[in-house]
């Protein structure tokens, strides 16, 4: 029987699929996918009253990214874990980069009752917040329920004793007030450590994403390559 | 045969030339703006969500709710008839976009939710908001209600001093929101777009 041998041609034709596949392979190994964080939905918008009795709305905040989370001063140890968290990515801001968009942090309050500006004032200065970044706030009840549990979605309820139960939760929302990220559970990686990564996949859009390039950022939005 | 091409080459080479131009101009002017994708003027928000419900008043004693326009487009927008400036600002351009849409303008509806329920009744509303373009529908409703949903539509309101000839005037949010025919909020489009790129984004949806 004789013996079928593959010539030049089939197997320059063979490897040519295989050699784009490696191209490709490599393309993607070296330049790298653009990341983006979902646009989940719009934040709420909001009339809140800070530790200094000056009014914060989320127009003062439009164009600025901001990490919100909620509690009250008086939860002691329940807010421990989070405050420390916030303190930890406030610290460490020098390790991502938005170009020249502010990074801010507003933690709201769900005990207007207690926390009048001055408790407030008093709650930041003992966890070390900088006030330059960190805003502590909050409104009259109606307002609130609408803000935080509704726009939020974050779930509180007063026990009757002065404390509450409540959702520990952080919520990341971009310049255009669309919420990029919210986080109610620490995982593997601590909780600084992925929002730190989250504002910096968003900052790198926001110094990136003009002309062409919004066309690669937009199909990126469309193809969810969400990190 | 005279230089590096004899005439009949020469000529060949010019209309092979001149074919060559037709075609890339025809594919630029053409094909290329088909291909290109569209840019919005706004944000795009990708929610699985439905826009927050509503369920809000109009003139004639009827109540509104967002279901009630599935199959259309909704433009949001959130103002008052005492406003001085930016909501007649906005309103115009509004009317100027459905005017740029033409007939495809009747499968939009814009809608201004009133953020003075004290002041705006939806017969007042009405009157205002068709001043800018006959189909316009403008809603009110209690001030928790009103307060419920523009927190939830993103904007922030306060009433602030005015003048004796206007009374208190509201700060507020001057973003307009974009509902698909689906009911899921789209997008969200600054003061500063104008009526083209307003109509262009409108039109992606439609």
New interface residues.
């Given amino acids: 029987m004789r013996r079928k041998t593959l010539s030049r041609k089939t197997l320059i034709r063979s490897a040519i699929p295989v050699l784009v596949i490696i191209l490709a392979a490599a393309a993607f190994a070296v330049f790298e996918p653009i990341q983006v964080l ?10 809140l009253t800070d530790q200094s009795a000056a ?1 914060l ?3 003062d905040v439009r164009g600025d990214i901001v990490l919100y989370n909620f509690g009250y001063s008086g939860c002691g140890e329940d807010c421990a874990q989070m405050n420390g968290t916030m303190a930890a990515i406030q610290s460490r801001l020098g390790e991502v980069d938005v170009g020249d968009t502010n990074i801010r942090f507003v933690t709201i309050s769900f005990d207007p009752a207690q926390d009048t500006p001055e408790a407030l004032a008093e709650y930041a200065n003992a966890i070390g917040a900088d006030l330059d970044k960190w805003t502590f706030a909050t409104a009259e009840p ?2 609130l329920e ?2 935080v549990k ?2 939020f979605r974050s779930y509180y309820e007063d026990r009757g004793d002065g404390s509450f139960t409540f959702d520990p939760k952080f919520v990341l929302v ?1 310049g ?3 919420i990029r990220g919210e986080y109610r559970y620490q995982t593997q990686t601590s909780d600084s450590d992925k929002i730190l990564r989250h504002i910096d996949i968003l900052g790198e859009e926001i110094r990136n994403s003009h002309g062409a390039a ?2 690669a950022y ?2 990126a ?1 469309f193809f969810l390559c969400y990190p | 045969m005279n230089g590096l091409l004899d005439k009949a080459w020469q000529r060949r080479l010019a209309a092979g030339l001149l074919v060559a131009l037709v075609g890339v101009a025809f594919a630029w002017f053409f094909i290329v703006p088909r291909l290109r994708p569209h840019i919005f003027s706004g944000a795009v928000i990708q929610s699985t969500q439905k826009a927050p419900r509503l369920e809000l008043d109009v003139a004639g004693g009827q109540t509104v709710r967002m279901t009630d326009f599935e199959g259309q487009v909704v433009v949001v927008y959130f103002g008052y008839t005492f406003c001085p400036d930016i909501c007649p600002a906005t309103l115009g351009k509004l009317a100027d976009a459905m005017e740029i849409l033409g007939d495809r303008a009747d499968e939009v509806q814009v809608m201004m939710v009133s953020i003075d329920p004290e002041r705006d009744t939806p017969e007042m509303l009405a009157e205002y908001v068709t001043h800018f373009h006959p189909d316009f529908i403008g809603v009110t409703g209690d001030p928790q209600t009103v307060n419920r949903v523009a927190t939830l539509y993103g904007v922030y309101y306060e009433a602030t001093e005015g003048t004796a000839e206007t009374g208190y005037t509201i700060d507020h949010t001057t973003t307009v929101m974009l509902v698909d025919k689906e009911g899921f909020l789209k997008l969200v489009l600054l003061f500063e777009g104008t009526a083209a790129q307003i109509a262009a984004d409108i039109e992606y949806f439609l």
Avoid at chain 1, 38 to 47: E, T
């Fill in positions: 979902p646009r989940i939905r719009l934040a709420p918008g909001y009339l009014t709305t989320s127009e109606g307002h609408n803000v509704a726009g971009d255009w007030g669309v919004s066309l937009e199909a939005h």
